[in-house]
């Protein structure tokens, strides 16, 4: 499976879990489950801040 689409999908769930989550949070979650991390999915989007990341993939869901 696809390692973006899976960190992508799982992201969005922790986003509709909490809409608050940090960056840092978001890295150890990612870390420990074998996700991509903040960073990387930024540079998918194409967006400078973490806060652009998360208003993006709000608009998605």
Not at 9 to 34: G, V
Not at 38 to 52: M, P
């Amino acid at each position: 499976m696809n390692y973006y689409l899976r960190s992508l999908k799982e992201f969005k769930k922790k986003l509709k879990e909490n809409r608050e989550i940090t960056k840092e949070e978001w890295d150890k979650y990612a870390h420990e489950n074998y996700f991509f991390s903040a960073i990387t999915l930024q540079a998918h989007y194409d967006v400078y801040s973490f806060d652009d990341l998360k208003r993006v993939v709000q608009r998605q869901i």
